[in-house]
């Protein structure tokens, strides 16, 4: 079982910049991140392939966020500028045990505790 551990969360202002880490215990190939904020359904943010050439953005994400890896450390990353209270929710890491891409919460074997973060106006 591969556990993965998501770091980087916090409050900032609405404008402002924070970059998500998680980092896995083991070999994981597609790896996502997902949000929840209160009262809301999870949704898929971002994810990436294994080798990083292929990616997935969110429609409303698009140009503000993105995703990275480095498959030496077994750490993905969110680098999240211009952020904006909507952006307000948990955020969460995943990781698949399979080589097929994936930006459904079903196709993810593995998750995080989540990390905070809040945006304010």
């Known amino acids: 079982q591969v556990q993965l551990v998501e770091s980087g969360g916090g409050l900032v202002q609405a404008g402002g910049s924070l970059r998500l880490s998680c980092a896995a215990s083991g070999r994981t190939y597609v790896m996502g991140w997902f949000r929840q904020a209160p009262g809301k359904e999870r949704e898929s943010v971002a994810a990436i392939s294994w080798s990083g050439s292929r990616t997935y953005y969110a429609d409303s994400l698009k140009g503000r966020f993105t995703i990275s890896r480095n498959n030496a450390k077994n750490t993905v990353y969110l680098q999240m500028n211009s952020l904006k209270p909507e952006d307000t929710a948990v955020y969460y890491c995943?990781?698949?045990?399979?080589?097929?891409?994936?930006?459904?919460?079903?196709?993810?074997?593995?998750w995080g505790q989540g990390t905070q973060v809040t945006v304010s106006s």
């Open positions: 995943a990781g698949s045990a399979r080589m097929i891409f994936t930006t459904t919460r079903e196709g993810y074997d593995y």
